[in-house]
């Protein structure tokens, strides 16, 4: 058994191939996480560009047997073992990779290993725990049943998603029903000029979502890179800002059609494949994604979901979040009030010897 770390065309689309083959035939996996792993593995966004990146591979022969991504920005004073993947079984080679990532963690002078982090909050965390009897939602992660396991001496820091039926949403803001949300005025996205207004997003990201757990700071572009592919498929009111009463944004809500329910599951799709599903299969989408909230005030916050329920309107039977640390409790009690339980739960996972006694 070899373990090693290096970085090469060759190689990433070695590991490209272990994930298709690795999920080919899931029926509750759909690749579009792909363009986010994309994104890092090939360099395709500044933010890629300033990580240093290593592909780990453990092979037994010629047989890939666990893999990830080792991901060091220093703006976050970690190791990131970021697209882990595994066979089934293979506890001694997911412990030689995971020494591996100790030892690449020294030499670039992080002071701990986080599994689980794909490079930036922005394009995904989370090892899937528990939910794995649903469709993966577009810009959720997915994994298989058994990698926890892979991870459970260790310290965890566990998120979850959401999801409703959208009646109970629209039921409880009639109860809701606040005037201070009155004094807050919405204006939707100007795609025309959709750099600019993914920029006024990060801004407010950086005033307001920072102070997430394991958050560090963006540059400019930072969610036009990401966005940018989207837009096709987006319109104004999609990006939603709040304004106060002197006009200034002081919140945002960005949301999605759930793209995946209209694809096929179990294998590698194209963005030629999303386009033509968006033109002739988009009715099949029963799911709206509350994909990213920030506001300075609880009254932006009303404010924004209420504009969304409405924008929505009775068009998607379902609403789904992205994720929210458990440890977030204001968030989270928001979450649970809105949605109920959580419906998927997700780890993040530290190696730096600090395992559960």
């Known amino acids: 058994m070899t373990a090693s770390s290096l970085y090469n065309v060759k190689r990433a689309k070695e590991f490209k191939k272990f994930r298709a083959e690795l999920y080919k035939g899931d029926a509750n996996y759909v690749s579009t996480s792909e363009f986010v792993l994309d994104s890092l593995l090939f360099k395709q966004t500044e933010f890629a560009c300033r990580c240093a990146t290593e592909i780990a591979t453990v092979c037994e022969g010629e047989t890939v047997l666990a893999q990830a991504l080792f991901i060091y920005n220093p703006r976050l004073p970690y190791l990131q073992v970021a697209f882990f993947d595994a066979l089934e079984n293979v506890q001694d080679a997911v412990n030689a990779l995971l020494r591996l990532a100790d030892e690449r963690a020294v ?3 992080a002071k701990r290993v986080v599994i689980g982090l794909h490079g930036h909050l922005s394009y995904g965390v989370g090892i899937l725990t528990d939910g794995f009897d649903y469709v993966n939602s577009f810009d959720s992660l997915y994994n298989k049943p058994y990698y926890a396991e892979y991870f459970k001496e260790f310290e965890c820091v566990t998120l979850s998603t959401y999801r409703a039926e959208k009646s109970r949403l629209e039921e409880i803001l009639e109860c809701k029903r606040s005037r201070a ?44 890179e990401l966005m940018k592919d989207m837009k096709p498929f987006l319109g104004c009111k999609n990006l939603i800002f709040a304004l106060d009463g002197n006009g200034r944004e002081i919140g945002f809500l960005f949301w999605h059609p759930d793209y995946n329910r209209m694809l096929r599951t179990g294998r590698v799709c194209s963005m030629a494949e999303i386009a033509a599903s968006y033109v002739f299969k988009r009715s099949r989408i029963d799911t709206a994604k509350l994909n990213a909230v920030g506001s300075l005030s609880y009254a932006a916050t009303l404010a924004l979901i209420e504009e969304f329920s409405f924008i929505t309107g009775k068009k998607f039977k379902y609403v789904e979040t992205n994720f929210v640390w458990d440890n977030n409790l204001p968030s989270r009690r928001l979450n649970e009030h809105f949605f109920g339980a959580a419906h998927r739960k997700y780890g993040v996972y530290f190696t730096d010897g600090n395992k559960k006694g």
């Open 107 to 109: 030499h670039y002078g």
């Open 181 to 224: 949300s009155d004094k807050i005025s919405i204006r939707y996205a100007d795609m025309s000029h959709f750099a600019e207004e993914t920029e006024v997003m990060r801004r407010l990201c950086e005033q307001t979502i920072s102070k997430t757990y394991l958050w560090f700071p963006t540059d400019e572009g930072h969610f036009f």
